[in-house]
């Protein structure tokens, strides 16, 4: 791109000007170059974040009649936190328990017990029946007795044989049936348990309770948080990032970060991930890091400002960046100015690639 002549005056007006100011100062900033470490890095605000930090929700609308833990307690999964009033869920389960244990086999055993002995009487009447026939036959093929009685011996055998078979139908209906009757009442003291157990907000994970949201006699319900927990020990930083700069983080990237709870020390942790939607809102992407180096003591919500290094060099030529005309020019202490290559650069140094030496002196532009 070929720049106007008019441009070009311009700039040269505002080098003269800046070289002119420069002269008329009695006592001028100069530096040399320095040979140094530096690092091009992203700036992020963020706060600690507790591993497996979540809100705890209730499974049941209600009022709270009990709370189980204070701020600060440590829970295992499963441990109870707030009890909800539940009368209803309670009597429910109440009247289920009485139905179970009204319908339970063993309760019915008796009934068993008296179809058990009738099957056994019909058994013996039919073994009876079934002599008593095979005894007839035998008389009546030596011609001995009536076809009368022979009639009569073989009925009553084929009675008994009814009898026995009924007795045994009963039996096992009695027995499906009683055994259908304890399995649902017992399906039913699950539900119902089930149910008053929505009743009792439970930690879902091992942790520290950090936040109750409620109090005593408040309303509950299904759709607002109640508590805070999360991990006790570990703990982990979300990031914010702009847009305009989010191109440039990566997984692995090094994080130096300070806390106004720990001002004058230096916090260094890695990127682990980049959440994908930024938000509309903010217009920033959220970036979550683990720590390498923290405080002894942490706490959730503790804020931060870090810089995420996106690349780092030993050994470079570096000036101060107000030291830059246009981030490409520099002012020398006889007064001329020098084209510079630059390369990294942070909030304070910028690397110089080409242009300089460490022999150089420099002075500070004045606009």
């Known amino acids: 791109?070929?720049?106007?002549?008019?441009?070009?005056?311009?700039?040269?007006?505002?080098?003269?000007?800046?070289?002119?100011?420069?002269?008329c100062q009695s006592e001028t900033e100069k530096i040399s170059p320095t040979v140094e470490s530096i690092t091009e890095s992203v700036y992020a605000s963020g706060i600690v974040r507790s591993k497996n930090q979540y809100q705890v929700y209730a499974a049941a609308n209600g009022l709270v009649q009990e709370i189980l833990v204070k701020?600060?307690?440590?829970?295992?999964?499963?441990?109870?936190?707030?009890?909800?009033?539940?009368?209803s869920a309670q009597l429910n389960v109440a009247n289920s328990r009485l139905a179970a244990e009204?319908?339970?086999?063993?309760?019915?055993r008796d009934k068993l017990t008296e179809l058990k002995v009738a099957i056994d009487l019909s058994a013996s009447q039919l073994q009876n029946d079934s002599l008593l026939a095979v005894r007839q036959r035998?008389?009546?093929?030596?011609?001995?007795?009536?076809?009368?009685?022979?009639?009569?011996?073989?009925?009553?055998?084929?009675?008994?044989?009814?009898?026995?078979?009924?007795?045994?139908?009963r039996y096992n209906d009695l027995k499906r049936q009683l055994e259908f009757a304890s399995q649902q009442s017992r399906n039913n003291l699950r539900i119902s348990s089930s149910l008053a157990n929505d009743f009792i907000?439970?930690?879902?994970?091992?942790?520290?309770?950090?936040?109750?949201?409620?109090?005593?006699?408040?309303?509950?319900?299904?759709?607002?948080?109640?508590?805070?927990?999360?991990?006790?020990?570990?703990f982990y930083v979300e990031l914010s990032v702009d847009e305009y700069d989010i191109a440039r983080i990566q997984e692995g990237q090094r994080v130096l970060m300070t806390m106004?709870?720990?001002?004058?020390?230096?916090?260094?942790a890695r990127v682990r991930q980049i959440e994908p939607l930024m938000s509309e809102q903010?217009?920033?992407?959220?970036?979550?890091?683990?720590?390498?180096?923290?405080?002894?003591?942490?706490?959730?919500?503790?804020?931060?400002?870090?810089?995420?290094?996106?690349?780092?060099?030993?050994?470079?030529?570096?000036?101060?960046?107000?030291?830059?005309?246009?981030?490409?020019?520099?002012l020398l202490s006889n007064g001329e100015t020098k084209k510079v290559?630059?390369?990294?650069?942070?909030?304070?140094?910028?690397?110089?690639?080409?242009?300089?030496?460490?022999?150089?002196?420099?002075?500070?532009?004045?606009l």
Do not use: C, H
């Not at 701020?71 to 009368?87: F, Q, S, T, Y």
């Open 1 to 23: 791109m070929t720049v106007p002549s008019g441009s070009t005056f311009a700039i040269k007006s505002v080098i003269v000007s800046l070289l002119l100011a420069t002269s």
């Open 71 to 87: 701020e600060g307690d440590l829970v295992k999964k499963g441990d109870p936190l707030i009890i909800l009033l539940n009368e």
């Open 102 to 108: 009204y319908a339970a086999l063993e309760a019915n």
């Open 138 to 169: 035998r008389l009546w093929s030596q011609n001995i007795g009536s076809r009368v009685e022979l009639e009569q011996r073989e009925l009553a055998y084929q009675q008994s044989k009814t009898n026995y078979e009924v007795a045994q139908i």
């Open 201 to 234: 907000v439970k930690a879902d994970t091992d942790g520290k309770v950090y936040k109750i949201l409620k109090e005593k006699g408040e309303f509950v319900n299904t759709l607002n948080p109640v508590a805070v927990v999360g991990d006790a020990n570990n």
């Open 260 to 268: 106004d709870s720990y001002q004058g020390e230096l916090f260094e």
């Open 282 to 330: 903010s217009r920033s992407f959220t970036i979550n890091a683990d720590f390498v180096k923290r405080p002894e003591v942490l706490f959730p919500n503790l804020s931060l400002e870090a810089n995420i290094v996106i690349k780092a060099k030993d050994n470079a030529l570096t000036i101060p960046r107000k030291y830059l005309i246009g981030d490409s020019t520099v």
């Open 341 to 366: 290559t630059t390369g990294l650069m942070d909030y304070q140094k910028a690397e110089i690639v080409s242009g300089l030496s460490k022999e150089d002196v420099l002075i500070l532009p004045k």
